[in-house]
């Protein structure tokens, strides 16, 4: 690595981009990011996850840090659990949705800014949400919702949530949808994207987009790699992703994080 560092922050998707397949971060990433860290670059882990299961993955990279969650509609500071930010969805909002999957047996969640709500929890749904470290509270119906909703995802097989992708595509919907992997489908507010997060982040820092690195791998990640001065995509990315990043690194389970920091992170003495 060379002597000073290009970028002041850094934006780095968490599942299948900082996490390898079996969900972990290695330890060449650990050391890499921990050594940036160290070295005045910020930390900012941008994610369709929520606070609970992504401020946990600040402790093991051993960095205090900042988290945008659930695709940008919140934002934490990790280091005093403060909401810098949140973007609700209003009731009449989400109601079309949730009648749309109840209609066809499909499963979802509803998530506030720091719990995660559903209908129904069978063993497949349970075995689903413990890869994510997520805890489900049931509730007999998400219209008693106790806090404001920031997030819809449905949940299924790639084939259903290709449909579902085409059922809900186009203009005149409430809602932005973001398909956040295979297996989900994110409804969010429309101004609620991990781009417009991390804008409005670097605007309370001071720092310009030009002096932002983010790293991606899916649709949801878009925005952000777009927004950043260099935005990389993962191996493991969509083609349409890669094509629209700035370089593409290794897979997450070829240690891309590391290997694109090293690359690119430095200015060469």
């Not at 093991?60 to 949140?86: C, F, M, P, W």
């Not at 749904?125 to 997030?151: D, G, Q, R, T």
């Not at 956040?180 to 101004?191: A, R, T, V």
Request: with cysteine; charged share 20%.
């Amino acid at each position: 690595m060379g002597s000073a560092l290009k970028y002041r922050m850094i934006a780095l998707d968490v599942d299948g981009t900082l996490l390898n397949d079996h969900y972990e971060i290695t330890e060449n990433t650990r050391r890499t990011i921990a050594q940036i860290h160290a070295e005045g670059c910020r930390i900012v882990l941008c994610t369709g996850r929520g606070p609970k299961n992504t401020l946990p993955l600040l402790e093991q990279l051993g960095v205090s840090g900042t988290a945008i969650t659930h695709n940008g509609a919140v934002t934490i500071d990790g280091t005093i659990d403060k909401v810098l930010s949140i973007i609700t969805i209003p009731t009449d909002h989400l109601a079309p949705l949730v009648g749309y999957c109840r209609e066809r047996g499909m499963h979802f969640d509803v998530n506030s800014a720091f719990h995660l709500f559903v209908e129904r929890l069978g063993a497949f749904e349970k075995e689903m949400y413990a890869k994510y470290l997520n805890s489900p509270i049931v509730l007999p119906a998400i219209e008693e919702l106790p806090e404001p909703a920031v997030k819809l995802t449905m949940f299924g097989e790639p084939s259903v949530m290709d449909q579902a992708e085409k059922d809900w595509a186009g203009s005149g919907k409430a809602l932005r949808m973001t398909r956040s992997g295979d297996f989900f489908i994110d409804f969010m507010e429309p101004e609620a994207t991990k781009g417009a997060a991390l804008r409005k982040l670097a605007g309370m820092w001071g720092i310009p987009r030009e002096s932002i690195m983010a790293i991606g791998n899916y649709f949801n990640d878009l925005e952000m790699l777009e927004y950043a001065g260099l935005g990389i995509a993962m191996q493991n990315s969509p083609e349409e992703v890669k094509s629209r990043a700035d370089a593409v690194t290794a897979s997450n389970n070829h240690d891309g994080v590391h290997q694109a920091i090293v690359r690119y992170m430095y200015s060469q003495a």
